[in-house]
């Protein structure tokens, strides 16, 4: 399993409000996140590096969990838990509030690969040449384009494009949505920010994906591209990449 993660400022904002990382629990087995923060005056910064550093420890606390079953019950319950954290730290600081963040997170484990999210941070998988997009916008756009009220068209230049259904730090209950697939050999994890996906099409991730280069190189491109694009946010890109050995193991 090899991982690579990236995040940049962009060309427009003052700081970088997306967080993120690659983890591992007791045994070794990644997890690997990405955050972006929104409330504006740090407080994007504090919500989203809470959420990576809770979940990221409630992970290396966990001693051995396999099952596919196991670790969406465990996002789910480890997700509601840092929400409400979040929203109680929040609270006892009123420069804080209305902070949140979205969270997109994911853990490879017997072949199969388990994707949580909350907000409208995505995640692709590249498999056998083909783009996919596993998680769903939690966003007023994408629910007005998912009834048919707005066209495609309509929802890439929405004046409310940024205002988001589900977040971390906002309510007290959250609800994840959570994504259980095959992971196989030279299969291709993309988390990342809209900082990328605002800013780069389906086509140019495929290519970027698809293209004869390292996954460090990959990252890198990503990272060029959305400021060459605009640069109009913060941009994170997490990717992951399934590699196995002559006999059969994932090779590091």
């Given at each position: 399993?090899?991982?690579?993660?990236?995040?940049?400022?962009?060309?427009?904002?003052?700081?970088?409000?997306?967080?993120?990382?690659i983890f591992e629990n007791q045994i070794g087995n990644p997890l690997v996140i990405v955050a972006d923060g929104m409330g504006g005056h740090r407080a994007g910064d504090v919500a989203s590096e809470m959420a990576v550093r809770l979940l990221s420890k409630k992970w290396q606390n966990v001693a051995d969990m396999k099952s596919a079953a196991e670790i969406d019950a465990w996002f789910r319950e480890a997700i509601q838990a840092v929400n409400e954290q979040i929203l109680a730290h929040a609270k006892q600081d009123p420069t804080l509030q209305g902070m949140g963040t979205t969270l997109v997170a994911a853990v490879f484990s017997n072949s199969q690969i388990i994707v949580a999210n909350v907000g409208d941070s995505r995640g692709y998988i590249m498999k056998n040449g083909v783009l996919e997009q596993l998680t769903e916008?939690?966003?007023?756009?994408?629910?007005?384009?998912?009834?048919?009220?707005?066209?495609?068209?309509?929802?890439?230049?929405?004046?409310?494009?940024?205002?988001?259904?589900?977040?971390?730090?906002?309510?007290?209950?959250?609800?994840?949505?959570?994504?259980?697939?095959?992971?196989?050999s030279k299969d291709q994890l993309l988390l990342c920010s809209d900082g990328l996906s605002n800013m780069l099409t389906e086509q140019e991730i495929e290519a970027v994906l698809t293209s004869k280069r390292t996954l460090a190189e990959k990252a890198d491109i990503f990272i060029t591209k959305a400021n060459a694009n605009g640069g109009e946010d913060n941009i994170t890109v997490l990717l992951l990449e399934r590699n196995l050995g002559e006999k059969g193991r994932d090779a590091s």
């Open positions: 399993m090899h991982a690579e993660f990236r995040t940049d400022r962009g060309r427009i904002r003052n700081h970088n409000e997306d967080n993120g990382g916008d939690h966003s007023l756009v994408n629910e007005l384009l998912r009834k048919g009220e707005i066209t495609k068209e309509d929802a890439e230049n929405h004046p409310r494009k940024n205002i988001l259904l589900r977040a971390l730090g906002i309510e007290g209950n959250v609800e994840t949505d959570v994504f259980i697939l095959p992971f196989q």
